[in-house]
T-cell receptor, first 113, second 116 residues
Framework: NAGVMQNPRHLVRRRGQEARLRCSPMKGHSHVYWYRQLPEEGLKFMVYLQKENIIDESGMPKERFSAEFPKEGPSILRIQQVVRGDSAAYFC???????????FGPGTRLTVT | DQQVKQNSPSLSVQEGRISILNCDYTNSMFDYFLWYKKYPAEGPTFLIS?????DKNEDGRFTVFLNKSAKHLSLHIVPSQPGDSAVYFC???????????????FGQGTTLQVKP
């Protein structure tokens, strides 16, 4: 039973480019969460999605960031026009239902040069 | 506004002894609490959780205690093993309406070192 998959594991982008981070939840999980961890800090919630629906995006910056979880395929976190401050580890988690424990992927480490 | 706080950045214990990691929270609407372990360059691994209707939950070497009146929870690991050396995060979930939203609020983490 494969765990949560994230790719790429490492991503380097120049300022102004776009970053696309992918997350495939555990089999049987239809709830996906994205978190960001800045250096020396804890994880911060960004967005919570179910298939084709954004349930809670209260932690998502209003500009440049978007997320989707289509009917088919992985969840995508998209960051447009990246800036140095976007450099962080981005973790995806999934759960079988709302309010259950969340299982995390290995993360994507984004570096903006 | 840090709603979940882990005030000890690090903890060192001897192998075989008990490790006690602490966590405080400020939001009285939190009703579900979790502990995660994280190794460098990996994602957090779920360890144990507790609902606010309980004050203790045990799973093998791991026990979580919840003191709602003090808004405090702790994770006990006994006996501690060198492989337990990692960063430990506590997390809490907000109650909205009749169910959790699923959003987890994390503390800053405590680095545990278990010496052989």
């Amino acid at each position: 039973n494969a765990g949560v998959m994230q790719n790429p594991r490492h991503l380097v982008r120049r300022r102004g480019q776009e970053a696309r981070l992918r997350c495939s939840p555990m089999k049987g999980h239809s709830h996906v969460y994205w978190y960001r961890q800045l250096p020396e800090e804890g994880l911060k919630f960004m967005v919570y999605l179910q298939k084709e629906n954004i349930i809670d995006e209260s932690g998502m910056p209003k500009e440049r960031f978007s997320a989707e979880f289509p009917k088919e395929g992985p969840s995508i976190l998209r960051i447009q026009q990246v800036v140095r401050g976007d450099s962080a580890a981005y973790f995806c988690a999934s759960s079988p239902g709302q309010g259950n424990e969340q299982y995390f992927g290995p993360g994507t480490r984004l570096t903006v040069t | 506004d840090q709603q979940v706080k882990q005030n000890s950045p690090s903890l060192s214990v001897q192998e075989g002894r008990i490790s006690i990691l602490n966590c405080d929270y400020t939001n009285s609407m939190f009703d579900y609490f979790l502990w995660y372990k994280k190794y460098p360059a990996e994602g957090p691994t779920f360890l144990i959780s507790i609902s606010s209707i309980k004050d203790k939950n045990e799973d093998g070497r791991f026990t979580v205690f919840l003191n709602k009146s003090a808004k405090h929870l702790s994770l006990h690991i006994v006996p501690s093993q060198p492989g337990d050396s990692a960063v430990y995060f506590c997390a809490a979930s907000e109650l909205r309406g009749s169910s959790n939203t699923g959003k987890l609020i994390f503390g800053q983490g405590t680095t545990l070192q278990v010496k052989p």
